[in-house]
């Protein structure tokens, strides 16, 4: 189980690494429920998506993911919560994400996600 988390967020990265926002977005539920670190609300895979598309043409062009998971606790057999920090270089940004992780039929995937930037970070 771990492990298929784990591949969760090395998706997430590979996606980043090549701009790709639907490869990056591939890891989340349909209906997720997202919450950006600017507070903003995503509702959907492809809201998803679209948000890290513009993020891509934009301020993160060529920009590297790096995830470090510190925390896996399962809740049930399908169920389980997240705790990730992120690194994003170059531009030195560093945020925190709870997220719940939920086995479907088809593998495990992302189910609710809320990404902060820590206190005193940037």
Do not use: C
């Amino acid at each position: 189980m771990t492990e298929e988390i784990y591949a969760l967020w090395q998706r997430m990265e590979q996606g980043w690494a090549v701009g790709d926002a639907t490869a990056f977005a591939s890891v989340f539920a349909e209906d997720v429920d997202f919450v950006t670190v600017r507070g903003e609300e995503l509702f959907g895979r492809q809201a998803v998506a679209r948000g890290h598309a513009e993020l891509f043409a934009g301020p993160y062009r060529d920009t590297k993911l790096t995830a470090e998971i510190s925390l896996v606790r399962p809740l049930t057999d399908a169920i389980s919560v997240v705790h990730v920090t992120s690194s994003i270089a170059p531009a030195g940004i560093t945020t925190h994400a709870q997220a719940v992780v939920v086995r479907r039929a088809d593998g495990w995937e992302v189910a609710a996600f809320h990404n902060m930037i820590p206190k005193g970070r940037s």
